[in-house]
């Protein structure tokens, strides 16, 4: 089994910074990918980065937000910088993993993110 946990949410003024982190745990084989998906109230869960052979951003978080993978931690990281008030959701790890013929889909916890005005 594998575990994703996040850290680093918490409360910051528009136009600060956070930086998110998913170290993932347990019977890993080889990850396909890492991403950062986001969740705000009454609203679809949405992508935010994923990265793999390449980033992959939404367009709303493109020059502000940065997502990088130490891949020897099975860790990755979102840094968020000029956070904006539509920034506001609970952020969740993804983690692909390819075990032929499977590919798995893991999710973390979800970390807050709250950007006040």
């Known amino acids: 089994q594998v575990q994703l946990v996040e850290s680093g949410g918490g409360l910051v003024q528009a136009g600060g910074s956070l930086r998110l982190s998913c170290a993932a745990s347990g019977s890993i084989f080889s990850i396909t990918a890492m991403a950062w998906h986001r969740q705000a109230p009454g609203k679809q869960r949405e992508l935010v980065a994923s990265?793999?052979?390449?980033?992959v951003y939404a367009d709303s978080v493109k020059g502000r937000f940065t997502i990088s993978r130490d891949n020897a931690k099975n860790t990755v990281y979102l840094q968020m910088n000029s956070l904006k008030p539509e920034d506001t959701a609970v952020y969740y790890c993804n983690m692909k993993e390819l075990r032929v013929p499977i590919l798995h889909d893991y999710w973390g916890q979800g970390t807050q993110v709250t950007v006040s005005s």
């Open positions: 990265i793999a052979k390449n980033e």
